[in-house]
C-alpha cells in the first residue's frame, strides 16, 4: 500500500506528504488519534518512504528495501512496542533502541524507529528517549504511535511533530469491510457501529461483539437504579467480566463500541420524534420505538449529550467503568419517574 491508499485520513496523509516532498522532514513525528484508525499503517509508509532507495519524497513500493520495510525486516527499521497485552515500555528497551539508532545505516541511508504504543513508555523510559529526540542522530527518524497523548511528558511531546488521525467516515469503514467479503448491506449496517474505526469494525464481524450489543442495549434501556453497578462493569469490561482475561485495550475498544452503537440509537430516537423511520439500528425497533414513546425531545436530548460526553472521556482515558456508570446512572434516573407513575398505579 501507500499513504495515498490510507482511507479517512486526507489531512493527515496530506501533512505527511508535504513534509516528505518539502525535504524538510522533522526528526521526530507523534501520530495521534483513536485504535483502529489507520495510524501504524501510516507510520509504516512513511519509513518505506525514507528507506526507499529512491526517497524520501515517496516509496516506489518495488525496490529491495521497500519490500523488506513491508515485511518489517529491513535493517534501518526498528520497531518498539509492549512486549505483552497489559505490558509497559521500559527504559531497557529504550536504551537499547537508541544505542542501535546511533549506529551507522547498513542498507539505506537512513535509519527509522517506530514506537508502537508510545503511551505505554514509563517515565523513566520516555526521559532517556528525550535526550535522543533532543540530539538526533545524522538521518534518523523517530515516529511515535499514541492513542493517549497526555500519558507523555510534556518535553516529550514537544520534540515532535504531532499529526492527528480521526474517527474514519462511515462510507469509507464499510468500503474497507466490504473489501474483506463484507456483503455491502451488512457492511454498511456495522460501519454505523464501528464507531470510526476500522479495528473496530473487524472486531464486530465475528459476532460476539454484536452479540453483546444485542445484550446490553435494550438492558441500559430498561435500566433500573439497582442495576446501574453490573451494566457499567459489562460494559466496562467489554462483556469480558467473570469470563478471564481480556486485553485492556481490547476492552476499551468494545466499551466504546456499545458506547457509540447506544449514541445511535439516541440518535434514532430523537429521529423518531421528529417523524423519521429507525435507520441504524433496525433490529431494535421495538425497544427504540417504545424508550422514544416514553420520552420528550428534552430527555432524549440531554441522554444523547450525556453519551457523547462519555465516548470523548474513554477516549482521553478516563476510567472506562466511571465512564459506564455515569451514562446508565443517567438512563436509570430518566426511567425512574415514568416507572414510579407505573408502580403507583
Do not use: W
Amino acid at each position: 500500500m501507500s499513504l495515498d491508499s490510507l482511507k479517512g485520513q486526507a489531512a493527515a496523509v496530506a501533512a505527511l506528504k508535504a513534509a516528505l516532498e518539502s525535504g524538510r522532514i522533522p526528526n521526530a513525528f507523534l501520530f495521534a488519534g483513536p485504535s483502529g484508525v489507520g495510524k501504524s499503517l501510516a507510520a509504516f509508509e512513511v519509513a518505506r518512504a525514507l528507506l526507499c532507495r529512491k526517497g524520501p519524497k515517496s516509496a516506489c513500493q518495488a525496490c529491495a528495501s521497500c519490500r523488506r520495510v513491508e515485511s518489517r525486516a529491513h535493517a534501518d527499521l526498528f520497531r518498539l512496542a509492549p512486549e505483552r497485552e497489559g505490558a509497559s515500555i521500559g527504559i531497557d528497551q529504550v536504551r537499547g533502541l537508541c544505542a542501535s539508532l546511533f549506529q551507522s545505516p547498513m542498507e539505506s541511508l537512513r535509519k527509522v524507529a517506530v514506537i508502537d504504543g508510545a503511551d505505554e513508555l514509563t517515565e523513566p523510559a520516555q526521559n532517556a528517549l528525550l535526550k535522543t529526540l533532543e540530539e538526533p542522530p545524522a538521518d534518523t527518524y523517530i515516529i511515535l504511535v499514541a492513542e493517549n497523548t497526555d500519558a507523555l511528558l510534556a518535553t516529550v511531546r514537544s520534540r515532535c511533530r504531532r499529526i492527528d488521525f480521526l474517527p474514519v467516515p462511515d462510507a469509507d469503514v464499510a468500503a474497507f469491510l466490504a473489501g474483506q467479503g463484507i456483503d455491502k448491506a451488512q457492511a454498511a449496517s456495522l460501519a454505523r457501529l464501528a464507531g470510526g474505526s476500522f479495528g473496530a469494525a473487524l472486531a464486530l464481524c465475528d459476532g460476539s461483539l454484536l452479540e453483546l450489543r444485542a445484550e446490553l442495549i435494550p438492558a441500559v434501556l430498561a435500566a433500573r437504579p439497582a442495576d446501574v453497578d453490573s451494566l457499567a462493569e459489562r460494559i466496562a469490561s467489554g462483556g469480558a467480566a467473570g469470563k478471564g482475561k481480556k486485553a485492556a485495550r481490547d476492552r476499551r475498544q468494545d466499551a466504546s463500541v456499545i458506547l457509540a452503537s447506544l449514541h445511535s440509537v439516541l440518535a434514532d430516537c430523537i429521529k423518531i420524534k421528529a417523524g423519521a423511520a429507525v435507520r441504524a439500528n433496525a433490529d431494535l425497533a421495538a425497544q427504540i420505538a417504545a424508550f422514544a414513546s416514553a420520552r420528550d425531545f428534552d430527555e432524549l436530548s440531554s441522554l444523547e449529550k450525556e453519551v457523547s460526553d462519555g465516548i470523548i472521556l474513554l477516549g482521553y482515558y478516563v476510567d472506562a467503568r466511571l465512564v459506564a456508570t455515569r451514562i446508565v446512572a443517567a438512563f436509570a434516573k430518566a426511567r425512574a419517574p415514568s416507572t414510579t407513575q407505573s408502580e403507583a398505579v
